[in-house]
């Protein structure tokens, strides 16, 4: 609990900025994530594993990138403000020179983002609203592991979405996140009836 309840958290920005020093030539998962985790809770972590299935992804990746937030949103719906995983996970490394070019291309989108984001509606970031919120990404996280072609982009916003609204205790970003997922599960819906409707008809023609 912070000394004032308007108190804003520290920015995103200021979160991922100490992960650009060091001269080490690899950093593990483990150590990324330490160096994220704090005020935000997982948001900070939510996001950082978030932004692989963003990407522009060959069909299949984006269902192997998002086995980790599996991991993630559950500990949310339990309200842990650390994460908690596995051993041999937390030892898989990459290149801190990769690390460091994929933050240096985010931090000025990210900065101007920051510019409009503020702690409101934060009965949506704190106390139950954060186990709905955890809920919600978990759902997520299991839609975006199914082989779905065409379907991870507004999960998968939505979830940087909610990581965000998390991490500034924006309950305005939440909201947008809800608004997506209803959208993404719309959209996912009519096109698992589009298929329903044709495989009807070449069974019936056959």
Known sequence: MTKHAGHAPQTLSATLRPLLAGDQTRVTLGEILAGVEGEGGLGPVLFLLTLPVLLP?????????????????????LGRRRLWLPKAL??????HADLVKLINRLMPIIARGE??????????TSGPGVRVIGV????????????IPFANLAPAAALGLFALGLTRRDGLLVLAGYGLLALAVLVISLGFKG???VAHHLLAAL
Request: aromatic fraction near 2%.
């Open 57 to 77: 992804l060959p069909p299949g990746f984006s269902m192997v990138l998002s086995l980790p937030l599996l991991l993630v949103a559950p500990q949310i719906v």
């Open 90 to 95: 937390r030892r898989q490394s990459i290149k």
């Open 115 to 124: 510019k409009i984001m503020r702690p409101r509606l934060m009965v949506l």
């Open 136 to 147: 919600a990404c978990t759902l997520i996280a299991l839609i975006l592991v199914l082989p």
């Open 195 to 197: 298929v329903l409707v």
